[in-house]
């Protein structure tokens, strides 16, 4: 049977050519770069004793140095295992875990269909081209010589012109024996019911053809000449052909740049067709743009399938801001380790073009250089829509960026983009609390909880207090300054505790002791993960106990019967007494409900934190083991350099004077010393 070339271009980009090959060879680890998913062995081909068979996933072809054998994964499956071509095909389908179409003859006609309706297309582009170099193309030629675009590369794109004529296109391809179904099908004039006689859907305009994959034309772009026109730029409709969703300007003629022996090393998404060809001109060949419309999750995939990292540039304007914003919670979702965007901005009032029309392609270089990564775009975006000087705005900053952060799927990636804003939070809140408070006081205060003491909330003094041992009474206001030097000083972030380990003690039973926390912090609640497997089985027991009812319900004394039922009451005996022990009363029952929230997010950040720099050192470790396995020394040295940073975040993570909740919120220490 025939397969479209959809099918196999889907099972293609499904399959890293490396699976296919890998069965039949063994890479040599001393040239093979897994990172970047380029791969060498001895050729299976013919005998050699050094590697000179190359493959990369990013091309998806293989070739040998030694005896020249070049192909994609089906050549290489019927050419090494003997395989026919539909063997070849359903091996990589399998490996793809897609079926196999099923022989459709509606289906193959529909293909026949879509190679005649392509004869077409080059029919239209064919026509466009000469008609830009008649007389009526002369107003064309100015303009596309007033952009600076030479005649090579007015051929390379193909550009032409449309006639201002109703009919012009469609009795020429009339002349040609193109029958009028087949001249609707492509959108090359507009029909329907109401309109008695069909006409051109392109007239007066600059034409851009629109490739696919395969560089067949497959749509048009229209750029009008005349000022008046209702529609600047004017595309072809939907088609058999064309989804204006799913293609990209450019798209096959960057890629190909992109894996060059010296291309360029990403994809550059710009907002026009005239950004993109001013650029190839430029010597920037690896820009693609949308079809006038903003970017879709498809087209944002053809993005990845091409590079990892693609750059969106836009336009300074407000409606480039607003563009850049709307690709940014596009992406948003969809970020995975080791695939992200970057935002490059330009200088308002300024596109592609006015970049390098005069200068050449350096001033673009440079704007490119300063491209910034998508959570510094969302930072920089949220910043921009209030100052932040109370709390209640530091709250709503707050809640909008773990609201976005939220909705990406990639648990990993989710989780370091929470850390990440937590720290630009911190930073961003923190300098305005030191400018408020001097160290005199915030030492005074840390002093102060140490000794003991508490604050105006519950209307005694040190000296009232003195007597009463280690229980601070219900509802106190409980100055939070010193859970940061307890938990600290106590191994908060040690690699090896005892279990369970105190930050997760105090997250734990501030949580039991204050059920309400549950209300607004339930999703985070149930994602905590213990070290500890006590904790572990406390927490599900709880999570459960929790899930059973709503509302006033759940209270404190309902958890801890239900949890005494489930075995678990000499453990929690046990985290009340180390609690009291290290004299953390917000993790008490005692504790105000501002001061238990306060200290269930100080010591949740914690946690988090230490977890995070933990995987970092495990996956370093990884990382060098395997670099030291294939003697890559600037990789080992650039390793170990990344592992002692680590390992020196552990030690200010222990030796910070603060721990700052959640998103940013100042901790209960600042809170107290207002009460001061």
Same mark, same amino acid.
């Given at each position: 049977?025939?397969?479209?070339?959809?099918?196999?271009?889907?099972?293609?980009?499904?399959?890293?050519?490396?699976?296919?090959?890998?069965?039949?060879?063994?890479?040599?680890?001393?040239?093979?770069?897994?990172?970047?998913?380029?791969?060498?062995?001895?050729?299976?081909?013919?005998?050699?004793?050094?590697?000179?068979?190359?493959?990369?996933?990013?091309?998806?072809?293989?070739?040998?140095?030694?005896?020249?054998?070049?192909?994609?994964?089906?050549?290489?499956?019927?050419?090494?295992?003997?395989?026919?071509?539909?063997?070849?095909?359903?091996?990589?389908?399998?490996?793809?875990? &897609?079926?196999?179409? &099923?022989?459709?003859? +509606?289906?193959?006609?529909?293909?026949?269909?879509?190679?005649?309706?392509?004869? *077409?297309? %080059?029919?239209?582009?064919?026509?466009?081209?000469?008609?830009?170099?008649?007389?009526?193309?002369?107003? $064309?030629?100015?303009?596309?010589?007033?952009?600076?675009?030479?005649?090579?590369?007015?051929?390379?794109?193909?550009?032409?012109?449309?006639?201002?004529?109703?009919?012009?296109?469609?009795?020429?391809?009339?002349?040609?024996?193109?029958? #009028?179904? !087949?001249?609707?099908?492509?959108?090359?004039?507009?029909?329907?019911?109401?309109?008695?006689?069909?006409?051109?859907?392109?007239?007066?305009?600059?034409?851009?053809?629109?490739?696919?994959?395969?560089?067949? +034309?497959?749509?048009?772009?229209?750029?009008?000449?005349?000022?008046?026109?209702?529609?600047?730029?004017?595309?072809?409709? @939907?088609?058999?052909?064309?989804?204006?969703?799913?293609?990209?300007?450019?798209?096959?003629?960057?890629?190909?740049?992109?894996?060059?022996?010296?291309?360029?090393?990403?994809?550059?998404?710009? %907002?026009?067709?005239?950004?993109? &060809?001013?650029?190839?001109?430029?010597?920037?060949?690896?820009?693609?743009?949308?079809?006038?419309?903003?970017?879709?999750?498809?087209?944002?995939? /053809?993005?990845?399938?091409?590079?990892?990292?693609?750059?969106?540039?836009?336009?300074?304007?407000?409606?480039?801001?607003?563009?850049?914003?709307?690709?940014?919670? /596009?992406?948003?979702?969809?970020?995975?380790?080791?695939?992200?965007?970057?935002?490059?901005?330009?200088?308002?009032?300024?596109?592609?073009?006015?970049? *390098?029309?005069?200068?050449?392609?350096?001033?673009?270089?440079?704007?490119?250089? !300063?491209?910034?990564?998508?959570?510094?775009?969302?930072?920089?975006?949220?910043?921009?829509?209030?100052?932040?000087?109370?709390?209640?705005?530091?709250?709503?900053?707050?809640?909008?960026?773990?609201?976005?952060?939220?909705?990406?799927?990639?648990?990993?990636?989710?989780?370091?983009?929470?850390?990440?804003?937590?720290?630009?939070?911190?930073?961003?809140?923190?300098?305005?609390?030191?400018?408020?408070?001097?160290?005199?006081?915030?030492?005074?205060?840390?002093?102060?909880?140490?000794?003991?003491?508490?604050?105006?909330?519950?209307?005694?003094?040190?000296? !009232?207090?003195?007597?009463?041992?280690?229980?601070?009474?219900?509802?106190?206001?409980?100055?939070?300054?010193?859970?940061?030097?307890?938990?600290?000083?106590?191994?908060?972030?040690?690699?090896?505790?005892?279990?369970?380990?105190?930050?997760?003690?105090?997250?734990?039973?501030?949580?039991?002791?204050?059920?309400?926390?549950?209300?607004?912090?339930?999703?985070?609640?149930?994602?905590?993960?213990?070290?500890?497997?006590?904790?572990?089985?406390?927490?599900?027991?709880?999570?459960?106990?929790?899930?059973?009812?709503?509302?006033?319900?759940?209270?404190?004394?309902?958890?801890?019967?239900?949890?005494?039922?489930?075995?678990? $009451?000499?453990?929690?005996?046990?985290?009340?007494?180390?609690?009291?022990?290290?004299? /953390?009363?917000?993790?008490?029952?005692? $504790?105000?409900?501002?001061?238990?929230?306060?200290?269930?997010?100080?010591?949740?950040?914690?946690? #988090?934190?230490?977890? $995070? /720099?933990?995987?970092?050192?495990? @996956?370093?470790?990884?990382?060098?083991?395997?670099?030291?396995?294939?003697?890559?020394?600037? +990789?080992?040295?650039?390793?170990?350099?990344?592992?002692? %940073?680590?390992?020196?975040?552990?030690?200010?993570?222990?030796?910070?004077?603060?721990?700052?909740?959640?998103?940013?919120?100042?901790?209960?220490?600042?809170?107290?010393?207002?009460?001061?």
């Amino acid at each position: 049977m025939r397969f479209s070339n959809s099918f196999l271009d889907e099972i293609r980009d499904r399959v890293p050519i490396s699976d296919v090959i890998g069965r039949r060879v063994s890479w040599d680890k001393r040239k093979t770069n897994v990172p970047r998913a380029d791969y060498w062995a001895c050729c299976p081909f013919h005998g050699e004793k050094s590697p000179s068979f190359h493959c990369e996933d990013r091309k998806g072809r293989y070739h040998c140095f030694g005896c020249g054998v070049t192909g994609d994964h089906f050549r290489f499956l019927t050419e090494l295992e003997g395989l026919s071509f539909p063997e070849a095909v359903q091996t990589v389908a399998d490996m793809a875990g &897609i079926a196999m179409p &099923i022989a459709d003859p +509606v289906m193959e006609k529909r293909e026949k269909e879509r190679t005649t309706l392509l004869d *077409v297309m %080059e029919l239209a582009t064919q026509y466009f081209q000469d008609q830009l170099q008649t007389a009526n193309g002369a107003r $064309a030629r100015a303009y596309l010589r007033d952009r600076g675009l030479t005649g090579r590369t007015i051929e390379t794109f193909r550009l032409g012109f449309a006639s201002d004529s109703r009919n012009a296109l469609k009795e020429h391809l009339a002349g040609k024996g193109v029958p #009028k179904d !087949q001249i609707e099908a492509c959108g090359l004039v507009v029909h329907g019911p109401e309109i008695p006689v069909s006409y051109d859907r392109f007239r007066d305009r600059i034409m851009f053809p629109i490739l696919s994959s395969r560089e067949k +034309v497959i749509a048009f772009g229209g750029r009008a000449m005349s000022p008046d026109a209702p529609a600047k730029y004017l595309n072809s409709n @939907e088609t058999e052909l064309f989804h204006k969703g799913n293609v990209l300007y450019n798209f096959t003629r960057a890629r190909r740049a992109t894996q060059g022996a010296s291309g360029d090393s990403t994809i550059i998404a710009v %907002e026009g067709y005239m950004d993109v &060809i001013a650029l190839h001109q430029a010597g920037v060949e690896n820009a693609v743009a949308p079809l006038g419309t903003a970017l879709t999750e498809n087209q944002l995939e /053809l993005l990845w399938r091409m590079t990892p990292q693609p750059v969106l540039c836009f336009d300074g304007d407000g409606a480039g801001i607003r563009a850049a914003n709307r690709a940014a919670d /596009l992406a948003l979702p969809h970020i995975k380790p080791g695939k992200t965007v970057r935002f490059a901005m330009l200088p308002d009032g300024k596109d592609p073009d006015d970049l *390098v029309r005069n200068e050449g392609r350096a001033p673009f270089d440079k704007v490119m250089s !300063q491209a910034k990564p998508l959570a510094e775009m969302i930072w920089s975006r949220e910043l921009k829509t209030g100052t932040f000087e109370t709390p209640e705005s530091k709250a709503e900053l707050e809640a909008r960026l773990r609201l976005l952060v939220a909705v990406i799927a990639d648990e990993n990636v989710r989780r370091h983009y929470q850390q990440d804003m937590r720290d630009r939070l911190n930073g961003f809140f923190q300098p305005q609390f030191q400018n408020r408070v001097g160290g005199e006081r915030r030492n005074f205060e840390r002093n102060s909880f140490d000794r003991g003491s508490f604050d105006r909330g519950n209307g005694q003094s040190r000296g !009232q207090n003195k007597g009463r041992g280690n229980e601070a009474p219900r509802g106190a206001r409980v100055s939070g300054g010193g859970i940061s030097d307890r938990l600290a000083r106590s191994g908060l972030v040690r690699g090896h505790q005892e279990t369970p380990a105190l930050r997760e003690s105090v997250l734990a039973l501030t949580v039991i002791n204050h059920p309400a926390l549950m209300q607004d912090e339930y999703d985070e609640i149930a994602s905590i993960d213990y070290d500890s497997r006590e904790l572990q089985r406390l927490w599900s027991g709880m999570l459960g106990a929790a899930a059973a009812v709503a509302g006033p319900h759940l209270t404190r004394e309902y958890l801890i019967e239900r949890l005494e039922e489930q075995g678990f $009451a000499v453990l929690i005996q046990a985290l009340e007494q180390q609690i009291r022990n290290a004299r /953390l009363w917000i993790a008490t029952e005692q $504790a105000a409900m501002e001061d238990a929230r306060e200290g269930y997010r100080q010591a949740l950040a914690f946690h #988090k934190r230490a977890k $995070a /720099l933990r995987w970092q050192k495990i @996956e370093l470790e990884t990382e060098i083991a395997e670099a030291t396995e294939s003697g890559n020394g600037e +990789v080992i040295d650039q390793l170990m350099r990344a592992l002692q %940073e680590v390992h020196f975040e552990g030690l200010r993570l222990e030796n910070q004077e603060a721990i700052i909740d959640g998103f940013g919120v100042l901790s209960g220490r600042v809170k107290g010393a207002a009460n001061h």
